[in-house]
């Protein structure tokens, strides 16, 4: 299960408290699969108090997720069910919205109701949006994806969201919350797929110890963009080599928690812990789709010696070795013959 939390905080000044409760301060939203094992939920994204997700189809299939495929100017149609897991009635705001990535770490994140949407929140239309679920019970809402003659081809995700309608109040604060969850929708509309994967703005940092072995942990930051418009499953290795092309640092194998999604781009960090103390290079990394289709890589430089340090410690050296070849010669000049 994936969530997305907004925030916004009001001034505590106890005249805006009273008017805090009427705003939307918080949404948290829940987006996923979770692995419990209670049919016939046990594949809805939930919370905890409610569950949304495909409705069962005949001969009791259950979905994780809605996955829908079509030509532009089609219309498909299918069913959410919404699930109540507390002990009282429960109403709930249903609405349809477009899937991104978020920048810090990849997530699944879906755009809130006011924000505009282009895809799948664009063209889906509930034939309720709001429903009142009965303690312990389900409701299951038709929903039809109408796609304009005009729609872009490849990947388009999104999410039908069961929005709880209350607004509760954070203990001690000024914040409202509202919670929803969320069934994915994966939609393909047919025609020509072109996939794209890059590497952009590869970068280390490192705050140079003043001495040898004093340093924290380094980080290496880049960006992965997808610039086509096929979802993808990106897998980077990331390798430094150093001095005489020793490997410093090598991890592989790493993924986002969710798939990157056409036009999306993420900034990840990766940390390098315990960097050799005296070492210069450079960090390569590469990015690879699932299918092995696409690859891509990027590099940029590092190093973890302090220069000035290197180059005082290189000065007492020389300052010793010609203080120990001027005594010598002196000494050889004043031994008695």
């Known amino acids: 299960m994936n969530a997305v939390r907004t925030q916004s905080t009001h001034p505590t000044h106890p005249q805006r408290r009273r008017r805090a409760a009427a705003l939307l301060a918080v949404l948290v939203l829940a987006l996923g699969l979770l692995t419990a094992g209670r049919p016939p939920d046990a594949y809805a994204a939930d919370n905890g108090r409610w569950s949304v997700f495909p409705a069962a189809r005949k001969g009791g299939d259950h979905r994780a997720y809605f996955r829908m495929k079509a030509d532009p100017g089609r219309t498909l149609r299918d069913k959410v069910t919404v699930s109540n897991l507390a002990a009282e009635p429960v109403t709930f705001v249903l609405y349809a919205a477009d899937a991104y990535n978020t920048p810090r770490d990849g997530g699944f994140a879906v755009r809130e109701r006011s924000e505009k949407q282009r895809s799948v929140g664009a063209w889906a239309r509930l034939t309720r949006s709001e429903v009142t679920v009965p303690a312990r019970g389900k409701a299951t809402v038709p929903f039809t994806i109408a796609l304009p003659r005009t729609a872009p081809p490849g990947d388009h995700p999104g999410a ?105 781009r ?68 004043t031994a008695p013959d």
Do not use: H
Not at 169 to 192: D, H, N, P, S
Not at 215 to 242: C, F, H, I, M, Q
Not at 298 to 313: E, F, I, K, M, P
């Open 160 to 264: 039908i969201i069961a929005l709880d309608k209350r607004v509760a109040r954070a203990e001690g604060t000024g914040v409202g919350i509202r919670q929803a969850v969320g069934a994915r929708v994966y939609l393909r509309v047919r025609g020509e797929r072109a996939p794209g994967l890059s590497v952009r703005d590869v970068r280390f940092d490192y705050e140079v110890p003043p001495l040898p072995g004093l340093g924290k942990d380094a980080t290496v930051t880049y960006t992965l963009v997808n610039s086509g418009n096929v979802l993808l499953e990106p897998r980077v290795d990331l390798k430094a080599k150093g001095l005489f092309g020793r490997t410093s640092f090598d991890s592989a194998g790493n993924k986002l928690p969710a798939e990157l999604m056409p036009g999306q």
């Open 266 to 333: 993420v900034r990840i960090t990766q940390k390098w812990a315990g960097p050799p103390p005296l070492d210069w290079g450079s960090v390569e990394l590469t990015a690879s789709d699932k299918a092995g289709e696409l690859v891509a890589s990027g590099s940029t430089g590092y190093r973890t010696v302090n220069w000035s340090v290197l180059v005082a410690l290189v000065l007492v050296v020389a300052f010793l070795v010609v203080g120990v070849v001027v005594r010598r010669r002196r000494a050889r000049t």
